[in-house]
């Protein structure tokens, strides 16, 4: 008994360590570029590079100067604007669809479904010639709001399975009851299965709020001016400006950036973590 | 069954329209203009006038050396990053599955990668691997594995290892999530029973987990696949392509030549292509996993 005791007490002393040295290897690289942000800019390349800037050395120099300029606070601006929309009109269209889905089977309710299936398999930087075609088409392009509708569509796929599979938990009796009463589909929609999901609507909405807010390929290919461009264009645009990267620049900004989405991930990691896993467990 | 006559047909059509719209017009369609596109010649400087030019674009894709080399890289990517964060991934899982304390606080570090954006992990992962960085001072001057700066970003199969790493890395995470969520509905009595037939862990974990997780292995196996042919804004930050479009994987050679040289009607026959075979790769994915529970 004894024995077994001691080998228990060995393994997890094993897991904690293993643990910590993954630990080690996933913070690193966060924070070099932290520690980066945080000395001298005219420090390019120094030489030896040091993992930690010497403690006389450290500035908030490149901070002062990203919060100095007007465009950095257009460029969030931007960044919020899109996001935030993007994830309203996603959570208001893929819960009415997945509503409609989940709860009034028909043939056109599967084919749609089916469809739904298949773009969630086609990787969404494939269709970007022809969404350029539509987009300059539409009068879309190097327009901020452009963006909303491309962003709305890519989400839906993924909004709408994950709804779906939340609203068909609703039990029947509570709509039939709904039916009793009168209530007609918009209501049972609004009323019962709209709040009855949330948990769903909402962890689908941290999702959407990540891809929204790191987007860069299509934003990078559609807007061209400084004033409309989102974060991620503009931290990748501070890059290939100068012949040499200031990447205190570059890291002060990409700090900046990434403290809303820590943010919102630490305050929100149950509602990541539901998400996450509703899809795969159940396989 | 429910009573019809409050079921109004047009107000679930209601409710279904705005989605079918942006859905329909914004992803179905381009689908669709993207096969019609690959067979018509066409570029960016002449949007408006299409001649049909039946399979000139596929042709001109596979005939071309650099879509070899582009799609082998892909091939590669996909295939070494993806059982690279699936294994580590479950690894995690494993260890954080036995343990109670700090195990929140584990999961959380660990996932951040995750939420990090492409553009800004791929400019850190750039960083660290030139030529005058931190990576080679640390194997030169303090570990003394090399003689000299080795130019990481520079030939093709060390500017890959770079994006695969950085891949890896931001991928772990997920995974462990997943893989923790499905080892904690295994049922203990397996384990149980296992211990009484007398088997060891390796034993334990190969009879008891792995077949009890298959649903979500498939479930990460196909949504990897598909995130390893998406891989772009890495290598775009990384190696740019370069040299000469060695590192370029099938979505930034597809890219390049739609935006830099104008090749509408080539990019939409590559972009078909791939689609195409992902979709069919899905398919078998999901049979074989299928098929092995019969």
């Not at chain 1, 043939?107 to 300059?136: D, N, S």
Request: with cysteine; aromatic share 14%.
């Amino acid at each position: 008994m004894n024995s077994r005791h001691a080998a228990r007490i060995r393994w997890a002393v094993i897991r904690y360590l293993l643990l910590a040295a993954g630990t080690v290897i996933f913070t690193l690289p966060m924070i070099y570029m932290i520690s980066t942000s945080l000395r001298p800019n005219g420090a390019l390349y120094e030489y030896p590079p040091r993992f930690f800037p010497r403690w006389e050395a450290l500035t908030l120099e490149n901070y002062d100067y990203i919060l100095h300029q007007s465009k950095f606070y257009l460029n969030f601006l931007n960044s919020v604007t899109v996001s935030v929309t993007t994830i309203a009109l996603a959570a208001l269209v893929g819960s009415a669809m997945a509503f409609v889905l989940g709860k009034f089977q028909s043939k056109l309710t599967r084919v749609l479904f089916v469809f739904i299936i298949i773009t969630m398999i086609i990787p969404g930087t494939t269709m970007i010639v022809p969404q350029f075609e539509l987009a300059t088409r539409l009068g879309m392009v190097n327009r901020l709001w452009g963006l909303i509708p491309f962003y709305v569509a890519w989400v839906i796929p993924f909004s709408t399975f994950m709804i779906k599979g939340f609203m068909e938990n609703i039990p029947g009796e509570i709509m039939e009851a709904a039916w009793i009463d009168g209530a007609d589909v918009w209501t049972v929609y609004r009323k019962i299965a709209m709040p009855l999901s949330s948990p769903a609507i909402a962890s689908v909405s941290i999702f959407n709020f990540l891809t929204a807010w790191e987007e860069y390929p299509w934003a990078n290919t559609v807007i061209n001016d400084n004033a409309k461009r989102t974060l991620p264009i503009a931290i990748a645009g501070f890059f290939g400006q100068h012949q040499f990267t200031q990447w205190g620049y570059v890291f002060a900004m990409s700090v900046l950036t990434l403290i809303p989405v820590v943010v919102i991930f630490i305050l929100c990691q149950k509602f990541f973590v539901q998400g996450l896993t509703a899809g795969g467990v159940k396989g | 069954m429910m009573i019809k006559s409050r079921v109004s047909r047009a107000q679930i059509m209601g409710l279904l329209l705005p989605g079918m719209i942006v859905f329909g017009l914004f992803t179905v369609y381009p689908i669709l203009r993207l096969f019609w596109m690959s067979l018509c010649d066409m570029s960016f400087s002449s949007m408006l006038t299409q001649p049909f030019a039946g399979l000139m674009n596929y042709r001109e894709v596979f005939g071309d050396a650099t879509f070899w080399t582009v799609f082998v890289n892909s091939i590669v990517y996909t295939l070494i990053t993806v059982p690279g964060q699936m294994v580590l991934g479950l690894f995690i899982a494993i260890l954080l599955n036995g343990i109670r304390r700090f195990s929140v606080t584990f999961r959380v570090i660990n996932y951040l990668p995750v939420v990090t954006s492409w553009v800004i992990a791929s400019l850190v992962f750039r960083y660290i691997f030139n030529t005058e960085g931190l990576l080679n001072y640390f194997l030169w001057k303090i570990l003394g594995l090399t003689s000299s700066n080795i130019r990481w970003l520079d030939t093709r199969w060390s500017g890959l290892a770079v994006a695969m790493i950085l891949g890896i890395w931001k991928g772990i995470g997920w995974n462990m999530v997943i893989f923790l969520a499905a080892l904690q509905q295994v049922p203990q009595d397996l384990y149980e029973a296992a211990e009484i037939d007398g088997c060891g862990a390796w034993k334990k974990f190969v009879s008891v987990t792995l077949p009890a997780i298959r649903g979500t292995i498939l479930f990460a196996l196909i949504e990897l696949t598909i995130g390893g042919f998406n891989v772009f804004t890495s290598i775009k930050m990384i190696t740019g392509g370069r040299p000469a479009h060695q590192t370029d994987t099938l979505l930034t050679w597809m890219y390049y030549k739609a935006f830099s040289t104008g090749k509408f009607g080539y990019a939409a026959a590559l972009s078909f292509v791939m689609a195409l075979s992902l979709g069919l790769l899905a398919i078998v994915q999901f049979r074989m996993m299928r098929n092995r529970d019969a």
